[in-house]
């Protein structure tokens, strides 16, 4: 949690009168009283040393830096960025903000392990393909980053329940399917080969040779574990895979 301190201008020793700074005279202000240097404060908002000094020479204004640079510039210097940036909003009842729609995540006990919870880490719905003509599944790569860049997934599932958890696992099991590290470099997306679990899941639920778009949640469990939810009762047939994706040949070429 980040701490903001209100920023007092300086005054004369009478108390009569006050110094007007411009954002580069506060930054340069602030940043002394901490006492860190230039190089301190971009290495601490993650930016380059340029970028900052710039800032304090005048040259560019906090409210033209990108959203994720001018706070993490704010939050280094404990800088209100409300102020800093003179947001002027015309802002809502807080009492009008509606309680977060709830979701199906009615597991049953006996397929997965039993510290999977039901809590929600994140409000949007993404989509799995599954059943795709060349390939059993492509799981975009959005998917995979929010579980935290796994080197490989272990799959849980039972066609009856319609339900598919994957788990991110940083050692190789039995039940597991590699996700090269080029992936998140250059890939928009994983497309995993076809394997014995998902083809058992096609024939279970009378899939075709269509390509189903699924429903797919990240959840976490009760020790704090990240998981992607698959829930086959939303697939719906889909003429096309948003892409661009890429097959699994060119990561070993």
């Given at each position: 949690?980040y701490k903001f301190?209100?920023?007092?201008?300086?005054q004369?020793r009478?108390g009569e009168?006050f110094?007007f700074?411009?954002d580069?005279?506060?930054?340069?202000?602030?940043r002394?009283?901490l006492?860190l240097?230039?190089?301190?404060v971009?290495?601490r908002?993650?930016i380059?040393?340029?970028?900052?000094?710039r800032?304090?020479a005048?040259e560019?204004h906090?409210?033209g830096c990108?959203m994720r640079?001018g706070l993490?510039?704010c939050?280094?210097l404990?800088?209100?960025?409300?102020?800093?940036?003179n947001?002027?909003?015309?802002?809502?009842?807080?009492?009008t903000?509606?309680?977060?729609?709830?979701f199906?995540a009615?597991?049953?006990?006996?397929l997965?392990p039993?510290?999977v919870g039901?809590?929600?880490v994140?409000?949007?719905?993404m989509?799995v393909?599954f059943?795709h003509?060349?390939?059993?599944?492509i799981?975009?790569?959005e998917?995979?980053?929010a579980?935290g860049?796994p080197?490989?997934?272990?799959?849980?599932?039972?066609a009856?329940d319609?339900?598919?958890?994957f788990r991110?696992?940083?050692?190789?099991t039995?039940?597991?399917?590699?996700?090269?590290?080029?992936l998140?470099t250059?890939?928009?997306?994983?497309?995993?080969?076809?394997?014995?679990?998902?083809?058992e899941t096609?024939?279970?639920?009378?899939?075709?040779d269509?390509?189903?778009?699924?429903?797919?949640?990240i959840?976490k469990?009760?020790s704090?574990?990240?998981?992607?939810?698959c829930?086959?009762?939303t697939?719906?047939?889909?003429?096309?895979?948003?892409?661009?994706?890429?097959?699994?040949?060119?990561?070993y070429e």
């Open positions: 949690m301190i209100p920023f007092k201008f300086p004369s009478d009168f110094c700074l411009d580069a005279g506060v930054l340069r202000s602030r002394e009283q006492g240097t230039q190089q301190q971009a290495d908002a993650g380059k040393f340029s970028q900052y000094q800032l304090e005048g560019r906090l409210s990108t640079t993490a510039i939050a280094v404990m800088l209100d960025p409300y102020e800093m940036i947001v002027s909003a015309d802002v809502p009842d807080p009492s903000l509606k309680p977060q729609t709830v199906d009615d597991l049953p006990e006996d997965f039993k510290k039901r809590k929600q994140r409000r949007d719905i989509t393909y059943n003509s060349a390939y059993s599944m799981i975009p790569r998917v995979l980053v579980v860049k080197s490989n997934l272990e799959v849980y599932w039972r009856e319609r339900r598919i958890l991110g696992l940083d050692e190789p039995e039940n597991s399917y590699d996700i090269p590290p080029l998140y250059e890939a928009a997306a994983l497309v995993f080969p076809p394997f014995q679990p998902v083809t096609k024939a279970a639920l009378g899939w075709g269509e390509v189903y778009a699924v429903e797919c949640r959840v469990d009760k704090g574990e990240t998981h992607i939810l829930d086959l009762n697939a719906q047939e889909s003429d096309y895979v948003k892409g661009p994706y890429v097959t699994p040949e060119s990561f």
